[in-house]
Protein backbone atom coordinates (compact mmCIF):
# COMPACT_ATOMS: atom_id res chain seq x y z
CA UNK A 1 0.00 0.00 0.00
CA UNK A 2 1.17 3.15 -0.92
CA UNK A 3 1.01 5.78 1.90
CA UNK A 4 -1.12 8.52 0.83
CA UNK A 5 -3.24 11.08 2.46
CA UNK A 6 -7.09 10.58 2.18
CA UNK A 7 -8.92 13.15 -0.30
CA UNK A 8 -9.79 16.37 1.29
CA UNK A 9 -7.52 16.38 4.23
CA UNK A 10 -4.09 17.99 4.40
CA UNK A 11 -0.54 18.08 6.17
CA UNK A 12 0.76 21.35 7.56
CA UNK A 13 4.43 22.25 7.66
CA UNK A 14 5.93 25.10 8.76
CA UNK A 15 5.35 28.15 7.90
CA UNK A 16 1.83 27.01 7.74
CA UNK A 17 1.80 25.68 11.27
CA UNK A 18 3.65 28.95 12.68
CA UNK A 19 0.61 31.21 10.92
CA UNK A 20 -2.24 28.90 11.83
CA UNK A 21 -1.14 29.04 15.45
CA UNK A 22 -0.67 33.44 15.26
CA UNK A 23 -3.65 33.33 13.98
CA UNK A 24 -5.17 31.30 17.05
CA UNK A 25 -3.37 33.07 19.48
CA UNK A 26 -4.37 36.32 18.63
CA UNK A 27 -7.97 35.60 18.76
CA UNK A 28 -7.37 33.48 21.67
CA UNK A 29 -5.68 37.24 23.37
CA UNK A 30 -8.89 38.78 22.39
CA UNK A 31 -11.42 36.38 23.90
CA UNK A 32 -9.91 36.95 27.03
CA UNK A 33 -10.45 40.43 27.32
CA UNK A 34 -13.93 39.48 27.47
CA UNK A 35 -13.38 37.53 30.22
CA UNK A 36 -14.22 33.81 28.06
CA UNK A 37 -12.70 31.03 28.75
CA UNK A 38 -11.17 27.97 26.66
CA UNK A 39 -13.35 24.62 26.21
CA UNK A 40 -11.66 21.52 24.68
CA UNK A 41 -14.52 19.43 23.31
CA UNK A 42 -14.31 15.64 21.92
CA UNK A 43 -13.41 14.76 18.06
CA UNK A 44 -15.77 11.94 18.71
CA UNK A 45 -19.23 12.17 19.94
CA UNK A 46 -22.58 10.25 20.18
CA UNK A 47 -24.24 11.05 16.34
CA UNK A 48 -27.81 11.80 18.27
CA UNK A 49 -25.35 15.43 19.77
CA UNK A 50 -25.50 16.61 15.69
CA UNK A 51 -29.12 15.13 14.79
CA UNK A 52 -30.63 16.79 17.51
CA UNK A 53 -28.28 20.02 18.13
CA UNK A 54 -27.80 20.74 14.10
CA UNK A 55 -31.14 19.69 12.90
CA UNK A 56 -32.22 16.29 10.48
CA UNK A 57 -32.70 18.30 7.65
CA UNK A 58 -29.65 20.52 7.75
CA UNK A 59 -27.09 19.52 5.03
CA UNK A 60 -24.71 18.75 7.49
CA UNK A 61 -26.34 15.95 8.97
CA UNK A 62 -28.05 14.50 5.85
CA UNK A 63 -24.94 14.18 4.01
CA UNK A 64 -21.26 15.62 5.48
CA UNK A 65 -21.31 13.97 8.78
CA UNK A 66 -18.11 10.98 9.30
CA UNK A 67 -20.72 8.69 11.14
CA UNK A 68 -19.98 4.87 12.06
CA UNK A 69 -20.75 2.59 14.81
CA UNK A 70 -17.76 1.46 17.17
CA UNK A 71 -17.26 -2.21 18.14
CA UNK A 72 -19.30 -1.45 20.92
CA UNK A 73 -22.21 -0.53 18.80
CA UNK A 74 -22.78 2.88 19.79
CA UNK A 75 -23.33 5.30 16.56
CA UNK A 76 -21.15 8.00 16.33
CA UNK A 77 -20.04 11.38 14.52
CA UNK A 78 -16.93 13.12 13.78
CA UNK A 79 -16.98 16.74 15.16
CA UNK A 80 -18.37 18.87 12.04
CA UNK A 81 -19.14 21.66 13.78
CA UNK A 82 -18.45 22.85 18.03
CA UNK A 83 -21.55 24.34 19.08
CA UNK A 84 -23.30 21.54 19.70
CA UNK A 85 -20.59 19.71 21.41
CA UNK A 86 -20.47 22.81 23.76
CA UNK A 87 -24.10 22.84 24.21
CA UNK A 88 -23.96 19.33 25.41
CA UNK A 89 -20.97 20.34 27.85
CA UNK A 90 -22.53 23.03 29.21
CA UNK A 91 -25.72 20.24 29.85
CA UNK A 92 -23.53 17.57 31.00
CA UNK A 93 -21.58 19.66 33.32
CA UNK A 94 -24.74 21.75 34.82
CA UNK A 95 -22.43 24.65 33.80
CA UNK A 96 -25.57 27.32 34.52
CA UNK A 97 -25.16 26.20 38.34
CA UNK A 98 -22.02 27.74 38.50
CA UNK A 99 -22.51 30.92 37.03
CA UNK A 100 -25.61 32.72 35.30
CA UNK A 101 -23.52 33.43 32.22
CA UNK A 102 -21.16 31.38 30.67
CA UNK A 103 -18.68 32.47 27.97
CA UNK A 104 -16.32 29.75 26.61
CA UNK A 105 -14.18 29.61 23.21
CA UNK A 106 -13.40 26.56 21.76
CA UNK A 107 -10.80 25.58 18.54
CA UNK A 108 -9.71 22.84 16.75
CA UNK A 109 -10.16 20.45 13.69
CA UNK A 110 -13.82 19.28 12.04
CA UNK A 111 -14.76 17.21 9.79
CA UNK A 112 -17.08 16.94 6.57
CA UNK A 113 -17.50 15.19 3.54
CA UNK A 114 -18.50 17.53 1.23
CA UNK A 115 -16.25 18.66 -1.75
CA UNK A 116 -12.86 19.90 -1.09
CA UNK A 117 -12.34 23.82 -1.98
CA UNK A 118 -9.66 26.71 -1.24
CA UNK A 119 -9.95 27.20 1.88
CA UNK A 120 -12.48 24.41 3.04
CA UNK A 121 -11.18 20.99 3.09
CA UNK A 122 -12.62 18.01 4.55
CA UNK A 123 -10.61 18.07 7.55
CA UNK A 124 -10.78 22.15 8.77
CA UNK A 125 -10.16 24.12 11.73
CA UNK A 126 -12.37 26.44 13.26
CA UNK A 127 -12.04 29.10 16.27
CA UNK A 128 -15.53 29.63 17.86
CA UNK A 129 -17.29 30.79 20.71
CA UNK A 130 -20.53 30.74 22.96
CA UNK A 131 -22.15 32.80 25.61
CA UNK A 132 -24.67 31.22 27.42
CA UNK A 133 -27.40 32.81 30.03
CA UNK A 134 -27.95 36.27 28.73
CA UNK A 135 -31.09 37.24 26.17
CA UNK A 136 -30.30 40.32 26.25
CA UNK A 137 -29.00 42.15 22.59
CA UNK A 138 -26.25 43.39 24.37
CA UNK A 139 -24.93 40.20 24.81
CA UNK A 140 -25.11 39.68 20.84
CA UNK A 141 -23.52 42.87 20.73
CA UNK A 142 -20.55 41.95 22.93
CA UNK A 143 -20.07 38.70 21.07
CA UNK A 144 -20.11 40.62 17.30
CA UNK A 145 -18.17 42.77 18.80
CA UNK A 146 -15.33 40.81 20.19
CA UNK A 147 -15.30 38.88 16.63
CA UNK A 148 -14.93 42.46 15.32
CA UNK A 149 -12.18 42.76 17.55
CA UNK A 150 -10.31 39.87 16.78
CA UNK A 151 -10.77 40.48 12.75
CA UNK A 152 -9.64 44.08 13.26
CA UNK A 153 -6.31 43.18 15.48
CA UNK A 154 -5.62 40.35 12.64
CA UNK A 155 -5.45 43.72 10.09
CA UNK A 156 -8.54 42.63 8.28
CA UNK A 157 -11.62 44.99 8.62
CA UNK A 158 -10.50 46.62 6.00
CA UNK A 159 -11.09 44.07 3.83
CA UNK A 160 -14.66 41.65 5.26
CA UNK A 161 -17.95 43.23 6.19
CA UNK A 162 -20.87 42.52 8.53
CA UNK A 163 -23.60 41.39 7.20
CA UNK A 164 -26.48 41.01 9.85
CA UNK A 165 -30.00 40.19 9.93
CA UNK A 166 -32.74 38.61 12.59
CA UNK A 167 -34.69 35.55 11.47
CA UNK A 168 -37.38 35.73 14.32
CA UNK A 169 -38.54 33.11 16.42
CA UNK A 170 -39.54 29.62 15.16
CA UNK A 171 -43.38 30.42 14.90
CA UNK A 172 -42.77 33.71 12.89
CA UNK A 173 -39.77 31.62 10.51
CA UNK A 174 -42.86 29.02 10.10
CA UNK A 175 -44.80 31.60 8.56
CA UNK A 176 -41.81 32.89 6.43
CA UNK A 177 -41.06 29.53 5.26
CA UNK A 178 -45.04 28.84 4.30
CA UNK A 179 -44.50 32.35 2.38
CA UNK A 180 -41.01 31.27 0.78
CA UNK A 181 -42.03 27.43 -0.02
CA UNK A 182 -45.46 29.05 -1.82
CA UNK A 183 -43.94 31.57 -3.85
CA UNK A 184 -41.12 29.39 -5.13
CA UNK A 185 -43.20 26.26 -5.72
CA UNK A 186 -44.86 26.84 -8.98
CA UNK A 187 -40.94 27.06 -10.43
CA UNK A 188 -39.57 24.39 -8.18
CA UNK A 189 -37.95 23.00 -11.57
CA UNK A 190 -35.68 26.00 -12.21
CA UNK A 191 -34.50 25.68 -8.63
CA UNK A 192 -31.37 23.40 -8.74
CA UNK A 193 -31.30 19.78 -7.00
CA UNK A 194 -30.22 20.70 -3.75
CA UNK A 195 -32.68 23.62 -3.26
CA UNK A 196 -35.66 21.32 -4.90
CA UNK A 197 -34.87 18.95 -2.05
CA UNK A 198 -34.36 21.75 0.63
CA UNK A 199 -38.21 23.68 -0.82
CA UNK A 200 -39.87 20.67 1.37
CA UNK A 201 -37.58 20.68 4.00
CA UNK A 202 -35.86 23.88 4.47
CA UNK A 203 -36.47 26.40 2.30
CA UNK A 204 -34.69 29.11 4.26
CA UNK A 205 -31.14 27.10 2.79
CA UNK A 206 -32.57 28.60 -0.98
CA UNK A 207 -31.86 32.17 0.49
CA UNK A 208 -28.29 30.95 0.58
CA UNK A 209 -27.23 29.18 -2.58
CA UNK A 210 -24.85 30.59 -4.73
CA UNK A 211 -26.59 29.07 -7.95
CA UNK A 212 -27.18 31.82 -10.97
CA UNK A 213 -30.44 30.54 -10.87
CA UNK A 214 -31.25 30.32 -7.74
CA UNK A 215 -30.34 33.52 -6.53
CA UNK A 216 -32.17 34.75 -9.85
CA UNK A 217 -35.60 33.48 -8.36
CA UNK A 218 -35.23 34.35 -5.22
CA UNK A 219 -33.92 37.99 -5.96
CA UNK A 220 -37.28 38.27 -7.51
CA UNK A 221 -38.93 37.87 -4.19
CA UNK A 222 -41.20 40.42 -2.93
CA UNK A 223 -41.14 39.90 0.46
CA UNK A 224 -38.67 39.37 3.24
CA UNK A 225 -37.80 38.14 6.80
CA UNK A 226 -38.14 41.38 8.21
CA UNK A 227 -42.09 41.15 7.38
CA UNK A 228 -42.72 37.93 9.44
CA UNK A 229 -41.10 39.63 12.84
CA UNK A 230 -42.83 40.04 15.71
CA UNK A 231 -42.72 43.41 18.14
CA UNK A 232 -40.35 41.50 20.21
CA UNK A 233 -37.86 40.55 17.23
CA UNK A 234 -37.90 43.94 15.90
CA UNK A 235 -36.81 45.34 19.19
CA UNK A 236 -33.99 42.60 19.61
CA UNK A 237 -32.55 43.67 16.69
CA UNK A 238 -32.85 47.55 16.75
CA UNK A 239 -31.11 47.32 19.78
CA UNK A 240 -28.28 45.55 18.53
CA UNK A 241 -28.09 47.70 15.62
CA UNK A 242 -28.00 51.30 17.69
CA UNK A 243 -25.26 48.90 20.39
CA UNK A 244 -23.40 48.33 17.08
CA UNK A 245 -23.44 51.81 15.92
CA UNK A 246 -22.93 53.00 19.91
CA UNK A 247 -19.43 50.63 19.42
CA UNK A 248 -18.93 52.24 15.84
CA UNK A 249 -19.27 48.46 14.44
CA UNK A 250 -19.86 48.85 10.82
CA UNK A 251 -22.92 46.34 9.59
CA UNK A 252 -25.08 45.78 6.84
CA UNK A 253 -28.46 44.29 7.17
CA UNK A 254 -29.21 41.85 4.93
CA UNK A 255 -31.70 39.67 4.41
CA UNK A 256 -30.38 36.82 2.51
CA UNK A 257 -28.48 35.98 5.69
CA UNK A 258 -30.66 33.09 6.65
CA UNK A 259 -28.10 30.50 8.42
CA UNK A 260 -28.16 26.53 7.48
CA UNK A 261 -28.40 25.35 11.13
CA UNK A 262 -31.82 24.83 12.80
CA UNK A 263 -30.89 25.80 15.81
CA UNK A 264 -30.78 29.59 15.45
CA UNK A 265 -33.31 32.18 16.60
CA UNK A 266 -33.20 36.16 16.23
CA UNK A 267 -29.76 37.40 15.42
CA UNK A 268 -27.85 35.81 12.43
CA UNK A 269 -24.76 37.57 10.93
CA UNK A 270 -21.79 36.80 9.04
CA UNK A 271 -18.30 38.50 8.48
CA UNK A 272 -17.65 38.57 4.61
CA UNK A 273 -15.15 39.46 2.06
CA UNK A 274 -15.26 39.76 -1.54
CA UNK A 275 -11.08 38.61 -1.88
CA UNK A 276 -12.32 34.85 -1.79
CA UNK A 277 -14.74 34.07 -4.40
CA UNK A 278 -18.04 32.53 -3.77
CA UNK A 279 -16.90 30.59 -0.89
CA UNK A 280 -17.07 34.37 0.68
CA UNK A 281 -18.01 34.01 4.93
CA UNK A 282 -15.13 33.87 7.05
CA UNK A 283 -16.66 34.14 10.46
CA UNK A 284 -20.70 33.52 11.17
CA UNK A 285 -22.93 32.61 14.01
CA UNK A 286 -26.15 34.23 15.88
CA UNK A 287 -28.53 33.53 18.31
CA UNK A 288 -29.67 30.44 19.69
CA UNK A 289 -31.87 30.71 22.85
CA UNK A 290 -34.01 27.12 21.85
CA UNK A 291 -31.14 24.80 21.80
CA UNK A 292 -29.85 24.01 25.02
CA UNK A 293 -33.48 22.83 25.77
CA UNK A 294 -33.67 21.21 22.48
CA UNK A 295 -30.99 18.90 24.02
CA UNK A 296 -32.06 18.50 27.18
CA UNK A 297 -30.80 21.32 29.46
CA UNK A 298 -32.85 23.86 31.08
CA UNK A 299 -33.73 26.96 29.27
CA UNK A 300 -30.85 28.88 28.67
CA UNK A 301 -30.56 31.77 26.19
CA UNK A 302 -27.46 31.72 23.91
CA UNK A 303 -25.02 33.12 21.29
CA UNK A 304 -21.84 32.38 19.61
CA UNK A 305 -20.12 32.33 16.18
CA UNK A 306 -17.55 30.39 14.52
CA UNK A 307 -14.28 31.47 12.62
CA UNK A 308 -12.95 29.56 9.55
CA UNK A 309 -9.09 29.21 10.67
CA UNK A 310 -8.61 28.25 6.85
CA UNK A 311 -10.18 31.07 4.95
CA UNK A 312 -8.51 33.54 7.58
CA UNK A 313 -5.10 32.11 6.40
CA UNK A 314 -6.17 32.54 2.91
CA UNK A 315 -7.60 36.05 3.63
CA UNK A 316 -4.63 37.27 4.97
CA UNK A 317 -2.22 35.88 2.03
CA UNK A 318 -4.43 37.26 -0.64
CA UNK A 319 -4.28 40.91 1.40
CA UNK A 320 -1.00 40.65 2.17
CA UNK A 321 -1.59 41.32 5.93
CA UNK A 322 1.14 40.19 9.19
CA UNK A 323 0.61 40.75 12.46
CA UNK A 324 2.81 39.28 15.45
CA UNK A 325 2.16 37.54 18.32
CA UNK A 326 0.38 38.97 21.42
CA UNK A 327 0.96 39.26 25.11
CA UNK A 328 -0.97 38.98 28.37
CA UNK A 329 -2.96 41.71 29.97
CA UNK A 330 -4.58 42.14 33.50
CA UNK A 331 -8.64 42.29 34.19
CA UNK A 332 -10.33 45.35 34.59
CA UNK A 333 -14.35 45.82 35.43
CA UNK A 334 -16.44 47.94 34.25
CA UNK A 335 -19.40 48.02 36.43
CA UNK A 336 -22.95 50.15 35.57
CA UNK A 337 -25.39 51.34 37.93
CA UNK A 338 -29.04 52.05 36.10
CA UNK A 339 -30.24 51.89 32.49
CA UNK A 340 -28.72 54.75 31.24
CA UNK A 341 -25.37 53.75 32.77
CA UNK A 342 -25.11 50.50 31.21
CA UNK A 343 -24.70 51.59 27.04
CA UNK A 344 -21.97 54.20 28.63
CA UNK A 345 -20.29 51.05 30.13
CA UNK A 346 -20.60 48.61 27.51
CA UNK A 347 -18.36 51.44 25.26
CA UNK A 348 -16.02 52.08 27.86
CA UNK A 349 -15.41 48.28 27.99
CA UNK A 350 -15.31 47.72 24.17
CA UNK A 351 -13.05 51.20 23.82
CA UNK A 352 -10.52 50.00 26.72
CA UNK A 353 -10.45 46.21 24.70
CA UNK A 354 -9.42 47.99 21.45
CA UNK A 355 -6.63 49.61 23.83
CA UNK A 356 -5.64 45.95 24.30
CA UNK A 357 -7.23 45.49 28.20
CA UNK A 358 -9.12 42.73 29.33
CA UNK A 359 -12.32 43.71 30.19
CA UNK A 360 -15.04 41.97 31.81
CA UNK A 361 -18.77 43.62 32.27
CA UNK A 362 -22.35 42.79 33.11
CA UNK A 363 -25.15 42.48 30.48
CA UNK A 364 -28.07 43.28 32.77
CA UNK A 365 -29.18 45.90 35.03
CA UNK A 366 -27.66 44.08 38.27
CA UNK A 367 -27.31 45.28 41.82
CA UNK A 368 -23.52 47.18 42.52
CA UNK A 369 -23.26 44.88 44.96
CA UNK A 370 -23.82 41.94 42.64
CA UNK A 371 -20.92 42.92 40.19
CA UNK A 372 -18.87 43.83 42.81
CA UNK A 373 -18.92 40.01 43.40
CA UNK A 374 -18.49 39.29 40.03
CA UNK A 375 -15.54 41.81 39.73
CA UNK A 376 -13.64 40.05 43.11
CA UNK A 377 -14.66 36.45 41.63
CA UNK A 378 -13.09 36.87 38.01
CA UNK A 379 -9.84 38.61 39.89
CA UNK A 380 -9.60 41.97 38.60
CA UNK A 381 -7.07 43.79 39.68
CA UNK A 382 -9.27 47.23 39.22
CA UNK A 383 -13.18 48.23 38.83
CA UNK A 384 -14.52 51.18 36.53
CA UNK A 385 -17.88 52.12 38.38
CA UNK A 386 -19.96 54.07 36.43
CA UNK A 387 -23.69 55.01 37.32
CA UNK A 388 -26.28 58.19 36.79
CA UNK A 389 -24.85 60.60 39.00
CA UNK A 390 -21.54 59.82 37.55
CA UNK A 391 -22.64 60.25 33.95
CA UNK A 392 -24.36 63.87 35.16
CA UNK A 393 -20.92 65.01 36.28
CA UNK A 394 -19.12 63.29 33.64
CA UNK A 395 -17.12 61.54 35.82
CA UNK A 396 -15.76 57.69 36.87
CA UNK A 397 -14.55 55.75 39.88
CA UNK A 398 -12.12 53.71 39.90
CA UNK A 399 -11.24 51.49 42.47
CA UNK A 400 -8.09 49.00 42.93
CA UNK A 401 -10.27 45.63 44.16
CA UNK A 402 -6.72 44.91 46.11
CA UNK A 403 -6.87 47.80 48.41
CA UNK A 404 -10.12 49.10 48.22
CA UNK A 405 -8.58 52.83 47.33
CA UNK A 406 -11.34 54.59 45.14
CA UNK A 407 -10.38 57.70 43.34
CA UNK A 408 -13.06 60.32 40.71
CA UNK A 409 -11.48 61.01 37.64
CA UNK A 410 -13.23 62.51 34.49
CA UNK A 411 -14.47 60.72 31.56
CA UNK A 412 -12.06 61.34 29.04
CA UNK A 413 -9.28 60.48 31.13
CA UNK A 414 -10.36 56.99 30.21
CA UNK A 415 -9.13 58.05 26.54
CA UNK A 416 -5.81 58.89 27.46
CA UNK A 417 -5.07 55.20 28.97
CA UNK A 418 -2.90 53.11 27.37
CA UNK A 419 -2.64 50.55 29.84
CA UNK A 420 -3.17 48.91 32.99
CA UNK A 421 0.06 50.70 34.27
CA UNK A 422 -2.15 53.98 34.04
CA UNK A 423 -4.30 52.47 36.46
CA UNK A 424 -2.01 51.78 38.77
CA UNK A 425 -0.46 55.30 38.42
CA UNK A 426 -4.02 57.04 38.50
CA UNK A 427 -4.56 55.62 42.31
Known amino acids: ?32 RFGFSEIIIPILELSGVYSTGLGDT ?15 GERVSMRPEGTAGVVRAFIEHSLHRKSPVTKLY ?18 FNQIGAELFGSRDPLADSEIIAM ?18 NSIGKPAERERYKKALTDF ?5 DSLCENCQNRLGMNPLRILDCKTG ?35 SIPYRLNPRIVRGLDYYTDTVFEITTDKLGSQNAVAAGGRYDLLVERMGGPETPA ?55 RVETEYENKSLKSQMRKANRTGA ?29 PLKKLADLRGHGDFRKLL
Open 1 to 32: MKATRLHGFKDLFHPETEKLRLVESKTKEVFG
Open 58 to 72: TDIVQKEMYTFETKG
Open 106 to 123: YSGEMFRHEKPQEGRQRS
Open 147 to 164: LWLAITELGLSDHVELEL
Open 184 to 188: LSPNK
Open 213 to 247: TCREMTSEIPFSIRDYLSEQSSEHLDALTSSLGEK
Open 303 to 357: VGFAMGVERILLLLEKTGTRRNSPGKKQLVCVIHIGEEARGEAARIANDLRKKGM
Open 381 to 409: AHSIIIGEDELRKKVFLLRNMRTGEEKAF
